[in-house]
């Protein structure tokens, strides 16, 4: 058994390793949260890593463990798990692209295709904003997350094809994360913090 065990390991993926982790607080708080956000068990693969584009799923557990690490970090509480669920809940709720696909009136083939929103990426970018409200802003988490709605997520949309796209290609870096992080924050009317802002004038300077 040692000889198989250690000759033979193949490694497991990321998310695998966080749907059997009992001890790392975090992974087990994530799929908690998957687990209680209908849209988010749905659509959320707990084993794999990379997912082909006829799976039926859209994201990874490890996508959400990441974004839950922005978010609250690695310590686990009853706090941080009652927030992200509520936090990733309200996302789900005003996600005009998902609520279209779960109604049939989008197909998951075009939403892969056409959209952002089904993008690893945007998952971070969502990671990002919920810092903003993790914090403790007196913000109204509900009816400020509504504003969603009013986001054109396509991907010919030029805001997001001048942030989020190079030669047809989703960027996925972490200034792209703040990038857009910003965008989705300003529509949301949530104000930028001086790094932000210094993010997006350096960005705009360079002809963007």
């Not at 007196?138 to 796209?165: A, G």
């Not at 949301?188 to 913090?193: F, R, V, Y």
Request: proline share 0%; net charge neutral; aromatic share 10%.
């Amino acid at each position: 058994m040692f000889t198989d065990l250690n000759k033979h390991a193949v490694k497991t993926s990321n998310s695998i390793s966080e749907l059997y982790d009992g001890r790392d607080a975090l992974a087990v708080m994530t799929r908690r949260v998957i687990e209680s956000v209908s849209f988010l068990n749905s659509y959320v693969d707990k084993e794999h890593d990379h997912l082909g584009i006829y799976s039926k799923h859209l994201f990874t557990l490890n996508h959400f463990y990441k974004a839950n690490k922005r978010i609250v970090g690695k310590k686990h509480s009853y706090q941080a798990e009652e927030f992200l669920t509520r936090y990733w809940e309200l996302v789900s709720k005003n996600m005009m692209p998902w609520i279209e696909m779960e109604k049939g009136s989008l197909c998951k083939t075009d939403l892969r295709s056409q959209y952002v929103a089904s993008q690893a990426i945007i998952i971070q970018i969502f990671g990002k904003v919920g810092v903003y409200y993790y914090q403790g802003t007196e913000d109204d988490m509900e009816s400020s997350l509504m504003k969603l709605q009013l986001i054109d997520w396509k991907r010919s949309n030029q805001q997001w094809k001048r942030i989020t796209q190079l030669g047809g290609r989703m960027v996925n870096c972490e200034k792209t994360i703040c990038l857009a992080a910003n965008l989705i924050k300003q529509t949301l009317g949530i104000e930028l913090t001086c790094e932000e802002l210094k993010k997006e004038e350096e960005f705009l300077a360079l002809g963007n």
